[in-house]
């Protein structure tokens, strides 16, 4: 067990030191903060409010949600330039209550500030 967690800090830290010099054709960019919310009754997750109070969901690459929080965790709670693309769809989480019509968004990365 604490080998697998070394190994994803390590990881962590080296995907949180790699630059990319172009990002995908689209992306748009917005600061604010990362969140997670694992709360009892199905929370909702990691998702992204911006300065300007707007909430973004994540359209999940990994085969869970644990998952994509390992890969996210070095931003949750930090100030961030998240950048992403949208393609206008928006999604729900069924939470308790459910929160809809949030803007359903594919992570590009993110920048701390």
Do not use: W
């Not at 949180?16 to 010099?21: D, G, L, M, P």
């Not at 390992?70 to 928006?90: A, C, K, M, P, R």
Request: with cysteine; net charge neutral; hydrophobic share 35%.
């Amino acid at each position: 067990m604490k080998n697998i967690i070394l190994f994803f800090l390590a990881a962590i830290i080296f995907i949180a030191c790699k630059k990319s010099e172009t990002q995908p054709a689209g992306t748009k960019q917005v600061n604010g903060v990362l969140h997670y919310d694992n709360g009892l009754g199905g929370g909702l997750g990691l998702y992204y409010v911006s300065d300007s109070n707007q909430t973004f969901i994540f359209k999940n690459k990994f085969a869970n949600d644990s998952l994509e929080y390992v890969h996210y965790i070095y931003y949750v709670n930090l100030n961030t330039t998240f950048s992403y693309l949208d393609d206008g769809e928006t999604g729900c989480y069924s939470g308790n209550p459910s929160i809809c019509n949030l803007p359903l968004v594919e992570i590009v990365g993110f920048k701390i500030r």
